[in-house]
């Protein structure tokens, strides 16, 4: 067509049975071709030995002083599965059966957490209104302790006392401890471990400034304790933490930057780190594939997941000489 000719907008519509248009024909060949690269990726990861998939390995047993040896030793490069909630097992979550399965399975930690009663004494629950995991109504803190031990799980066992898991935990699986209570409570656990258990047994986990300051308090008067904190973009540095604890470093940082680089210059500093694979377990496949192994190859030493088998057997295949 000559430049400048006048064109006959009939001339330019597609009528029915007629052709597409050549650009239209390879955007629709453009959209075949990534549909069937996504299906032949989901059928290989199908038939591939993955940690999803069905056939799984005689769990590996380890004691809480093994894996609390290697949080403390800088030299020690193991990445370490952490159960949110003592998930995966298809038991309800921060029960006695759930964390009984856990340690039956080989895992090495077990997330929990701890809520307060009217009277300050500790029960292992995450939410904070008892109606969503109990048959009573009500704020946590606002129930007695006789209400909430009597009170039933979906499982039928009465919601445990931080005492009673910790009698089935013991020197067989290590407890990242989410303390849902005032800060002073965080102390206190500390004395009674001290004075009742041992502190290869439990993280303290601090996740506020109030809680960093406790959990600061507690590692002067027992070194041996194990203290977590949560990195918080320019709220909860490097170098706040290290004000907080008087020149040191607690012996964990809980970041969601990951990295390579970021996890690497804080292995420098001589710390471990934690990372949250939880929105990772949402992730369809083969999305949730590369994104674990991209968040494996970082060097992350603690990974908190719903998937606690899965992400056992993929740490073998991943770092299979750790």
Sequence with gaps: MRRGASVDPARLRIEPGTARPRQVRRVRWGWTAVVAVLLTAAAWLARSPLPWSPASAAPVTSSASETARCIRDPRCHETLVVAHRAEGFGGVENS???VQSAIDRGVPLVEIDLRGSREGDLFVLHDGRLENSTALRGRVEEASSAAIAAAKLRNGETVP???DIYAISRGRVVLSVD???PAEAMERTADWIHAHGSFDDLIFFANTGEEIAAAARAKQRYPEMIAMVRLLD???TVASTRAAFAGRLPDIFHTNRVGADEVASLHALGVKVYMNALP????????RYFAIRSLLRTGVDLVLTSRPEAMMRWVA???PAR
């Design 96 to 98: 006695r059966a759930a």
């Design 161 to 163: 006392r931080f005492e």
């Design 179 to 181: 303390f849902k209570v």
């Design 234 to 236: 320019t709220r909860v």
């Design 280 to 287: 990772l377990d949402r992730y369809y496949q083969p999305f």
């Design 317 to 319: 295949t991943v770092h």
